[in-house]
């Protein structure tokens, strides 16, 4: 049998919620359906198994690094998840064209813009892919966070649960500038996606994104998803 997310996210989700205390009552801010690039952060292994079986029944898909695929279990859990192998350090096409057909077909795609993982909670900066994805799609977006995950290792050596909390956002789309999009432009794009996602999290997790200010706002147009 071909496992699906169908089998894998009900059971995983009883499992997570049995090792953690789970506030995901943000899950409920997150459309059904999409097209919908999440914009995340990402902290550890955890972001992944949690994301999907909480958002579960969504469509959803995210990039993975292809060396995921190196592993027979990650492989079978990805696959299932029909996540979408990416090579980092170099533009992958083949990836970005998986992700634009996702987003065709009215799945919702969960981005992190950092590329990797934190580990310590604080935010990295955010790397331009996903404004590529989200200029060429037109594709909204929506911020969306986890934090707490970082102090599982430490809660069980403690024998405690962990508390993890999940929050969504205000949902916008990209204004793309009136010039060529250029390195320092793209750079500008990400970053106020950055703040989005740095204005859901704690200030001690702001990490490189530390300063929020409201110029970033400029190049967001805040929408109405339920309309």
């Known amino acids: 049998m071909i496992l699906s997310a169908r089998h894998i996210n009900p059971p995983l989700k009883v499992i997570l919620r049995t090792l953690m205390r789970i506030d995901d009552a943000a899950v409920a801010?997150?459309?059904?359906?999409?097209?919908?690039i999440l914009a995340t952060n990402h902290i550890n292994w955890l972001d992944a198994p949690v994301g999907f079986s909480h958002l579960h029944p969504r469509p959803l898909t995210a990039f993975a690094k292809i060396e995921t695929w190196d592993n027979f279990l990650l492989r079978t859990?990805?696959?299932?998840?029909?996540?979408i192998p990416i090579t980092r350090g170099q533009v992958d096409f083949t990836a970005f064209r998986k992700a634009e057909e996702a987003l065709a077909s009215g799945k919702i795609i969960a981005i992190a813009p950092e590329?990797?993982?934190?580990?310590?909670g604080r935010l990295n900066q955010g790397y331009p892919g996903i404004v590529y994805l989200?200029?060429?799609?037109?594709?909204?977006?929506?911020p969306f966070v986890f934090y707490g995950n970082e102090n599982f290792k430490l809660d069980i050596r403690r024998?405690?649960?962990t508390e993890m909390n999940l929050r969504a956002g205000k949902p916008f789309r990209l204004v793309p500038p009136a010039s060529s999009l250029d390195r320092h432009t793209r750079q500008e794009l990400t970053d106020a996606i950055m703040f989005e996602i740095a204005s859901l999290l704690p200030e001690d997790y702001h990490g490189y994104y530390a300063q929020i200010g409201?110029?970033?706002?400029r190049h967001l147009e805040y929408i109405d998803l339920t309309v």
């Open 29 to 36: 801010e997150v459309p059904l359906r999409g097209p919908l």
């Open 77 to 83: 859990l990805f696959n299932a998840w029909g996540a």
């Open 115 to 120: 590329g990797t993982r934190s580990r310590s």
């Open 134 to 142: 989200a200029l060429r799609t037109g594709a909204p977006i929506l």
């Open 159 to 161: 024998n405690q649960r």
């Open 214 to 217: 409201n110029g970033h706002h």
